[in-house]
């Protein structure tokens, strides 16, 4: 065998491989065959029995029948029919219903209780009667009446507050003025009798004051003279639409006077109620029959011939 010189460059790196690759060869056998594992193995150790061991054969021939028939169990286990339940899925129940909302409870009401009105105590004086009890609107002063009992001379006669200078009679009896300014208006007027400081007083009535009656007539129209003295006023009937004339001092419809015309207004009074009625001039109903179907003839002031 050739001896190798290693005083050259080649000769040595393949001394260094050979022996790596000797090395490489050595672990992959060792890892073949033994392994790396590092835990020991383990060691068994006989354990001591005081009856005689049987013989392992009667053993494994006692084990072979019964693995024949687990084989066999195992085998018909494959074609049995497979039985499959169902399991109903319930979703868990949610921790708030977000659907749902506090509603308080309905509170049944409690009964109103109504309490017993206290009855009024009768007044200690008694008014029995007045007398007018109706009258027209706009009339003049008159006297009313109080009739009733427990008069004192100290009561007064009040009308929707107001006291009014009474006349003491009796203690059935008292009367008073009712003025004009207190009846300008239809309506109802208290009456009640008392004192001033109301330590004696009377149950209440009324004086009922209605709207006075008017004049069923229409002033349409005027003739005057040249001397203006006996001026002629034409008024129409307003339920047939008949024009008559009248003069200062007439009467029409029996009831009203006329006192007073001009070429604005006419000017009549009742003759029962003393109440004054202003009727403007107004155009009427030029349809109806009479003067004013016809032109109103001028006077002579307005011709115009010189």
């Not at 290693?6 to 022996?19: N, Q, T, V, Y």
């Not at 195992?74 to 399991?87: H, L, Q, R, T, W």
């Not at 009727?279 to 016809?294: F, H, I, N, S, V």
């Amino acid at each position: 065998m050739a001896r190798v010189d290693l005083s050259k460059p080649g000769e040595k790196k393949k001394l260094i491989f050979a022996g790596v690759l000797g090395l490489g060869a050595i672990l992959v056998l060792y890892w073949v065959l033994i392994g790396f594992d590092s835990r020991p193995a383990p060691q068994t150790r006989p354990t001591a029995s005081a009856s005689q061991q049987r013989p392992a054969t009667t053993t494994t021939q006692r084990q072979a029948p019964a693995a024949q028939v687990s084989q066999q169990v195992v085998d018909a286990a494959k074609f049995a029919p497979i039985v499959y339940e169902s399991s109903s899925y319930s979703a868990p129940e949610a921790k708030r219903n977000i659907f749902a909302y506090y509603e308080p409870p309905v509170r049944a009401p409690s009964p109103v209780v109504t309490p017993t009105p206290t009855p009024t105590p009768p007044p200690p004086v008694l008014l029995a009667s007045v007398s007018p009890s109706n009258v027209y609107a706009r009339t003049a002063d008159f006297k009313l009446e109080a009739a009733g009992d427990k008069f004192t001379p100290a009561m007064r006669i009040f009308v929707d507050g107001r006291e009014l200078p009474t006349a003491y009679k009796s203690p059935q009896q008292l009367s008073t003025t009712m003025p004009a300014s207190m009846i300008t208006a239809p309506g109802a007027r208290q009456i009640v009798v008392r004192t001033p400081d109301n330590s004696l007083f009377s149950n209440q009535l009324t004086v009922n004051v209605a709207a006075p009656p008017t004049p069923n007539y229409t002033y349409i129209g005027i003739i005057s003279p040249q001397n203006r003295v006996t001026d002629t006023a034409l008024v129409q009937d307003r339920s047939n639409r008949n024009v008559v004339s009248v003069l200062r001092g007439d009467v029409i419809g029996g009831r009203f006077r006329v006192t007073s015309i001009s070429e604005k207004e006419l000017v009549v009074v009742d003759t029962s109620l003393k109440i004054k009625h202003i009727l403007p001039m107004t155009e009427g109903d030029k349809t109806a029959g009479g003067p004013l179907a016809r032109p109103t003839p001028r006077v002579d002031s307005e011709d115009d011939e010189p």
